[in-house]
């Protein structure tokens, strides 16, 4: 198992940007593929970004790509969201996900609790 923790959240303006964190428990963060996905209000969670075990490879919605980036750091079992040049739309609750399988646009067993982000116009 793998608990996950989001950071970094905030009141931005457009254009603006905000780098999200999430750390992980366990000893085993190497082994999992990491995710961001966001929610708005009244919308469905969507998919953001993904980051392969080794963070050979990354994946994007394309609402992001250019704007934001995925990383992480295995040896401070962290994993982080820049995102730059925000907009409105990108207000929304962000949340990581962690996997043991999958990579990707795909579902994940393990989530956080999420951090809010809200950019004014």
């Known amino acids: 198992q793998v608990q996950l923790v989001e950071s970094g959240g905030g009141l931005v303006q457009a254009g603006g940007s905000l780098r999200l964190s999430c750390a992980a428990s366990?000893?085993?963060?190497?082994?999992?593929?990491m995710g961001w996905f966001r929610q708005a209000p009244g919308k469905e969670r969507e998919f953001v970004a993904a980051?392969?075990?080794?963070?050979?490879?990354?994946y994007y919605a394309d609402s992001v790509k250019g704007r934001f980036t995925i990383s992480r750091d295995n040896a401070k079992n962290t994993v982080y969201l820049q995102m730059n040049s925000l907009k409105p739309e990108d207000t929304a609750v962000y949340y990581c996900?962690?996997?043991?399988?999958?990579?990707?646009?795909?579902?994940?067993?393990?989530w956080g609790q999420g951090t809010q982000v809200t950019v004014s116009s």
């Open positions: 996900a962690a996997d043991s399988s999958r990579v990707g646009p795909t579902t994940y067993d393990y």
């Open positions: 366990g000893r085993t963060f190497s082994s999992y593929a």
């Open positions: 980051i392969s075990w080794s963070g050979g490879s990354t």
